[in-house]
C-alpha cells in the first residue's frame, strides 16, 4: 500500500453505482478526481489549493484527450459578466470555456487558476479590447470570433505570432481597416489557414481582409506620395523650361495648325486695326528680284496678307519721303530687307531710319528686319550696329525662314493649315 500521501498529487476514485462518499486526505496538495469505469469523463472535486469548481460551472477531465474542460452551465445560470475564481488543476490541458456570455472584458492572467489555462473559448460575447496581460503564457487556443473587437494591439499580435501552433478564431467581428490597424491586417493575410481558422471569413469596414493590401487601406505610402510630389514638381519645371527654351517654336507649332488660336494669338492695337496694309516691304531697288518670293509665300499663302511695296503701291511723280511715310503709316508691319545692297542705298537707309522712328514707341512689334547672309554685322555703321544689338531679327538663311515670319505677321485666321516652306 502507498502510504506517502505528501508526495501525490492526483487521486482517482473508481466507484460503482452505489458508491455516493469519497475519502477526504486534508492534509496533502491534491487534485481529486471521480471517475467510474464506464465513462470517458473523470468530474472534479478539488484542486491542489482545496478549491472546488467555481458555482455553476461543471469541471471535468476527458481522460481520452487529457483535456480538463471549465465550463459555465448556461442552462442553470444567467448569462455570466465576469470571470470568477477558477481551479488549478494539475492534469491536462485546461480549456475555459465561457461562449454565448455577456463579458465586455477578461481578467488579467493573474486570477487564480486563469494563468495555466490552455484554450480559450469566448466565441459571442460582447468584448470590445484585449490586452496582452489577459492571456494566457500556454495558450494554444483562443475563439473571440463574434465580439466586439474592432483591433489588436502589436503587443498582442506578437504574443499570438510568437506561439507556435497556436489556432484562433476571429471572424464576427467589427474589425476596422486603416493605416492604424494595418498590422493587424497583415497579420490576418499572411497566417495560414491552419493557425486562423476562420481566415477566409474575417472581414473589415472594406471587405475580406486576407484579401486587402496596405495600399488599400493606406493609400500610397508617404514616401511615394514624397516621390510623386517632387517628381511633379520637378516634370513641371521642366516643362517651363522647355517652354521658355522653345516658346516661339511652340507657338508657330500651334498657331500654324490652328490650335489653341484664342490663347497664342497676338492681339493687334487698335491703331492697328484699320491699316490698309499687313505689311510695308522696304528693299534696295536693286533686289527687286526677291519681291516675287514674299508676294508667292505672304500674298498667295494660306493667311493670304496684303503687302505694300514701291513698283505696285507708290503713285509715279509722288515724293519718296511722303511715300515712305504714308507706307509706313498704313501697315501693321514694316519688313526690312537688309541686304547688302540695301547698307549702301540712301533711299534704304532714309526708310529704315524712319522705320525706327516710326515705331520707337510701340509696345507692339511692328519692325521686322530679315537679315541677309551675305552682310556682316561688324561692317555696318554704328546706328544699326546698335539697332541689331538690341532688336530680335531673323536670319534669311535661317530653315525655318519663313514659319518664324508669318508668325511674326498680323495673326489672322486661317483659310486652311499652313504648309511648313523653308
Keep these: 500500500m502507498f502510504r506517502d500521501y505528501t508526495k501525490l498529487r492526483i487521486v482517482e476514485f473508481f466507484k460503482d453505482n452505489n458508491f455516493t462518499l469519497y475519502p477526504t486526505i486534508s492534509y496533502a496538495p491534491i487534485t481529486f478526481l471521480i471517475c467510474s469505469q464506464h465513462s470517458s469523463d473523470c468530474f472534479f472535486n478539488a484542486d491542489v489549493n ?35 475564481e477558477l481551479v488549478n488543476p494539475i492534469i491536462g490541458n485546461t480549456a475555459l470555456y465561457l461562449n454565448n456570455q ?17 484554450e480559450l473559448h469566448l466565441a459571442n460575447n460582447n468584448l470590445t479590447e484585449l490586452h496582452v496581460a489577459q492571456l494566457p503564457p500556454n495558450l494554444t487556443y483562443l475563439d473571440i470570433s463574434n ?21 484562433l478564431k476571429l471572424a464576427g467581428n467589427p474589425w476596422i481597416c486603416d493605416c492604424n490597424n494595418d498590422a493587424f491586417v497583415s497579420f490576418v493575410s499572411h497566417h495560414l489557414n491552419n493557425t486562423i481558422e476562420d481566415r477566409r471569413s474575417v472581414k473589415c469596414n472594406l471587405g475580406l481582409i486576407a484579401q486587402l493590401t496596405k495600399a488599400d487601406i493606406c493609400g500610397l505610402p508617404n514616401n511615394y506620395i514624397y516621390i510623386i510630389g517632387v517628381g511633379s ?12 527654351c522653345y516658346k516661339k517654336s511652340i ?4 498657331y500654324e495648325r490652328n490650335l489653341l488660336v484664342n490663347w497664342i494669338t497676338q492681339l493687334e492695337p487698335e491703331a492697328n486695326k484699320n491699316k490698309k496694309f499687313d505689311a510695308f516691304l522696304a528693299f534696295s531697288h536693286r533686289n527687286l528680284d526677291m519681291v516675287e ?8 499663302g494660306p493667311l493670304e496678307f496684303k503687302l505694300c511695296f514701291y513698283q505696285r503701291n507708290w503713285m509715279v511723280g509722288a515724293s519718296i519721303s511722303q511715300c515712305i511715310l504714308e507706307s509706313i503709316d498704313e501697315s501693321k508691319r514694316i519688313i526690312i530687307l537688309l541686304t547688302k545692297e540695301f547698307t549702301k542705298s540712301p533711299w534704304s537707309r532714309f526708310e529704315l531710319r524712319t522705320a525706327i522712328q516710326a515705331t520707337s514707341g510701340d509696345s507692339h512689334k511692328r519692325l521686322i528686319v530679315i537679315l541677309y547672309p551675305e552682310v556682316e554685322i561688324d561692317s555696318l555703321d ?26 511674326a505677321m498680323p495673326h489672322k485666321q486661317r483659310r486652311q493649315t499652313m504648309v511648313t516652306t523653308v
Design 102 to 118: 455577456n463579458l465586455t472584458k477578461l481578467p488579467n492572467s493573474t486570477l487564480y487558476g486563469y494563468y495555466n489555462l490552455s
Design 293 to 300: 518670293e514674299y508676294v508667292e509665300k505672304l500674298e498667295n
Design 233 to 244: 514638381i520637378i516634370s513641371i519645371a521642366v516643362m517651363i523650361n522647355v517652354y521658355l
Design 147 to 167: 465580439n466586439s473587437l474592432r483591433s489588436l494591439d502589436k503587443s498582442v499580435l506578437d504574443f499570438l505570432s510568437n506561439r507556435p501552433g497556436l489556432r
Design 382 to 407: 554704328s546706328e544699326l550696329r546698335t539697332f541689331l544689338k538690341y532688336h530680335t531679327y531673323l536670319q534669311r538663311d535661317d530653315p525655318h525662314f519663313w514659319r518664324k515670319l508669318a508668325y
Design 251 to 254: 507657338m508657330m507649332f500651334l
Design 50 to 84: 482545496k478549491k472546488s469548481c467555481p458555482e455553476h460551472f461543471n469541471c471535468k477531465l476527458e481522460k481520452a484527450t487529457q483535456r480538463f474542460i471549465i465550463e459555465y452551465d448556461k442552462l442553470t445560470a444567467k448569462q455570466l459578466t465576469k470571470v470568477p
